[in-house]
């Protein structure tokens, strides 16, 4: 075993900083250094796809079998999941191991953690999405605006009030629009902890219900509000609080407006309830729903689920602002059936 593992340079293979592992052609871990061990336990023996990939059955692109094959090298990019269960991404380098005849007995993998490097790609790739989506959110809402006033001129060449109420009503519009828009940025961009008011979760949700209700009669959405009559005060922020359920309401109010089937009444409800000391805030929409990977991206920063028309800003404050208050927010959804978020945040206790 030695000429075709590990242990003439054991010492020295151990403090190498990468994972290293020798494979027989059945695939059996023969040897493995010490930092393999420490994040895979000691699986001499056991299959390496069972080991790093939890399959039952040998991976359809394994470079071990391909060096094998033809007794060269290969390097390829592998999603592993340690004994902890952690997905970690690696580049994966495998080298031949001949005998003294120069038959191949074995396989040597080298492999490089590269999860922090990717983790960071993934994070400039979602800010230069999100950078466009900006760009792209604030061209349009400046186009308004220019028609806006554009309108008002006229009004006001022509005299003519109907134009200038128009006009300005775009105006307003779009300033509203921008302004939420640039709020939103700042209050992802810092850390803080909110200041701890008493907040009545169920006024605040009537509040928003109302505000809402005419964006959802616009687009022929029907918008039910099943608030619980007791109060459900929060320690918070009021102006947060408003914030999530508004960012909530308005996420599911556009997801039924880009649901295409003509089948169904469009709905959305906003509930509130008590469970135990916590308030719970709903809310539902019988929109087009989400598939699985969807779901599990949902509250990560940036991402959003209308293709080009969204920034993901909304769920991203929601997401904080249910965290920093000490709660939680999830979803629950599948394709074509809806979804609901549901947020829990721990409610005043009175001695």
Same mark, same amino acid.
């Given at each position: +075993?030695?000429?075709?593992g $590990?242990?003439?340079?054991?010492?020295?293979?151990?403090?190498v900083p990468?994972f290293i =592992?020798?494979q @027989?052609?059945? $695939?059996r871990?023969?040897?493995?250094? &010490?930092?393999?061990?420490?994040s895979?336990?000691?699986?001499?023996?056991a #299959?390496?796809?069972?080991?790093?990939?939890?399959?039952?059955? &040998?991976?359809?692109?394994?470079?071990?079998l391909?060096?094998?094959d033809?007794?060269?090298? #290969?390097?390829? !990019?592998h999603?592993?999941?340690? =004994?902890?269960?952690?997905e970690?991404?690696v580049?994966?380098h495998?080298?031949?191991?001949r005998?003294?005849l120069g038959?191949?007995t /074995?396989?040597m993998?080298v492999? @490089?953690?590269?999860?922090?490097?990717?983790?960071?790609? @993934?994070? $400039?790739?979602?800010?230069?999405?999100l950078?466009?989506?900006i760009a792209?959110?604030?061209?349009n809402?400046?186009?308004?605006?220019?028609?806006g006033?554009?309108?008002?001129?006229?009004?006001?060449r022509?005299?003519?009030?109907r134009?200038?109420?128009t006009?300005?009503e775009?105006v307003?519009r779009?300033?509203?629009? *921008?302004?939420?828009?640039? *709020?939103?940025m700042?209050y992802?961009?810092?850390?803080r902890?909110?200041?701890r008011?008493p907040v009545s979760?169920?006024?605040v949700?009537?509040?928003?219900?109302?505000?809402f209700?005419?964006?959802a009669?616009e687009r022929?959405?029907r918008?039910d509000?099943?608030i619980?009559?007791e109060?459900?005060?929060?320690?918070?922020?009021?102006?947060?609080?408003?914030?999530?359920?508004?960012?909530l309401l308005?996420?599911?109010?556009?997801a039924c407006?880009?649901d295409?089937?003509d089948?169904?009444?469009?709905?959305?409800?906003?509930?509130? $309830? =008590?469970?135990?000391?916590?308030?719970?805030?709903?809310? !539902?929409?019988?929109?087009p729903?989400m598939? @699985?990977?969807t779901? /599990?991206r949902?509250?990560?920063?940036?991402f =959003?689920?209308k293709?080009?028309l969204?920034?993901?800003l909304?769920l991203?404050? /929601?997401?904080k602002?249910?965290?920093e208050?000490g709660?939680?927010?999830a979803? &629950?959804?599948a394709p074509?059936?809806? /979804?609901?978020f549901?947020v829990?945040l721990? +409610?005043?206790?009175?001695q």
């Amino acid at each position: +075993m030695a000429d075709a593992g $590990l242990k003439p340079c054991r010492n020295l293979i151990d403090e190498v900083p990468c994972f290293i =592992s020798v494979q @027989d052609r059945d $695939l059996r871990i023969i040897e493995a250094n &010490r930092t393999f061990v420490e994040s895979f336990g000691s699986r001499i023996g056991a #299959h390496c796809y069972e080991v790093y990939k939890r399959r039952s059955d &040998r991976c359809p692109d394994c470079p071990v079998l391909e060096t094998f094959d033809d007794g060269k090298r #290969h390097a390829d !990019e592998h999603v592993w999941i340690d =004994s902890s269960g952690k997905e970690m991404y690696v580049v994966v380098h495998t080298s031949p191991i001949r005998d003294s005849l120069g038959e191949i007995t /074995a396989v040597m993998e080298v492999s @490089d953690d590269i999860t922090e490097l990717r983790t960071l790609q @993934d994070k $400039l790739a979602a800010l230069g999405g999100l950078v466009s989506s900006i760009a792209h959110s604030i061209k349009n809402m400046l186009e308004g605006l220019r028609g806006g006033v554009y309108i008002v001129n006229l009004g006001l060449r022509d005299n003519n009030q109907r134009d200038i109420r128009t006009g300005w009503e775009m105006v307003e519009r779009n300033v509203g629009r *921008l302004s939420a828009m640039i *709020l939103d940025m700042l209050y992802c961009s810092k850390d803080r902890a909110p200041r701890r008011l008493p907040v009545s979760v169920s006024a605040v949700a009537k509040e928003v219900a109302q505000l809402f209700a005419p964006r959802a009669a616009e687009r022929s959405i029907r918008l039910d509000a099943e608030i619980a009559g007791e109060a459900l005060t929060v320690p918070g922020e009021p102006k947060d609080v408003h914030s999530l359920i508004s960012n909530l309401l308005a996420n599911a109010i556009d997801a039924c407006a880009a649901d295409e089937s003509d089948d169904k009444e469009s709905r959305v409800v906003v509930r509130v $309830l =008590s469970e135990g000391n916590h308030a719970v805030v709903e809310v !539902e929409d019988n929109g087009p729903g989400m598939d @699985d990977e969807t779901r /599990a991206r949902l509250f990560s920063r940036f991402f =959003s689920t209308k293709g080009g028309l969204g920034t993901g800003l909304g769920l991203m404050v /929601a997401h904080k602002v249910a965290t920093e208050h000490g709660g939680t927010i999830a979803v &629950r959804s599948a394709p074509g059936e809806g /979804a609901t978020f549901t947020v829990r945040l721990p +409610m005043e206790v009175h001695q």
